[in-house]
């Protein structure tokens, strides 16, 4: 079974300045993708950025970036130039490519919180 | 821009009672999924409904939980008898025909309904 594991319960950080998240996980599979949701108080799921693990090239979205290992099995989420929006719980998701297999395996995740 | 909607958004009940949590994936969305998320936890799998019937369900999804899709819009989360445990926030989601090269499509999430059971 897959498994995802985000090591930072919490984490804050300055307006304006740069923060990463980690995240690793667990699979013996080769076509998977991966993902980091945001979820702001209002408990919405929003996609933040996604990674096809059959791409070498990191994912970018605006000031959103992934740091993609994948013979370490590790996926972490950059963010740049900070903003009190950013403020939010981040789930790393993990997703196998196979039919019958459709579910979204997520993190713990990690409460960030952006100090004006 | 297209959306998944859920009802209600807060649902209270009493233990033992049963209820049907609602969602309208998007429209040409061909996969829907059930998550929850206990407070202060991680989102969990719960089902995935393809094609009229159950494609894959977690070992939370026992007996008293069922899925349905009565006509071509709704896809309804059942709770036969509830249990103080059941107590989350449940979130549904739809994705795309998986057309290409690649089985995936982005999955989009509702708002969510917070169940409370007391």
């Known amino acids: 079974a897959q498994t995802v594991t985000q090591s930072q319960p919490e984490m804050s950080v300055q307006e304006a300045e740069t923060v990463t998240l980690s995240c690793t996980y667990d699979t013996s599979e080769n076509n998977y993708y991966l993902f980091w949701y945001k979820q702001p108080p209002s408990r919405q799921m929003i996609l933040v950025i996604r990674q096809e693990a059959y791409k070498q090239q990191n994912a970018t979205e605006n000031r959103f970036s992934v740091n993609f290992q994948k013979a370490a099995k590790s996926f972490s989420l950059k963010i740049s130039d900070s903003q009190l929006g950013d403020t939010a719980m981040y789930f790393c998701a993990f997703f196998e490519s196979n039919f019958g297999n459709e579910k979204l395996t997520f993190g713990t995740g990690t409460r960030l919180t952006i100090i004006p | ?118």
């Not at chain 2, 409904?49 to 009565?70: H, L």
């Open chain 2, 1 to 118: 821009e297209p959306e998944v909607t859920q009802t209600p958004s807060h649902q209270v009940t009493q233990m033992g009672q049963e209820v049907i949590l609602r969602c309208v994936p998007i429209s040409n969305h061909l996969y829907f999924y059930w998550y929850r998320q206990i407070l202060g936890q991680k989102v969990e799998f719960l089902v995935s409904f393809y094609n009229n019937e159950i494609s894959e369900k977690s070992e939370i999804f026992d007996d008293q939980f069922s899925v349905e899709r009565p006509d071509g819009s709704n896809f309804t989360l059942k709770i036969r008898s509830t249990k103080l445990e059941d107590s989350a926030m449940y979130f549904c989601a739809s994705s795309g025909t998986s057309g290409g090269d690649l089985p995936y499509n982005e999955q989009f999430f509702g708002p969510g309904t917070r169940l409370t059971v007391l």
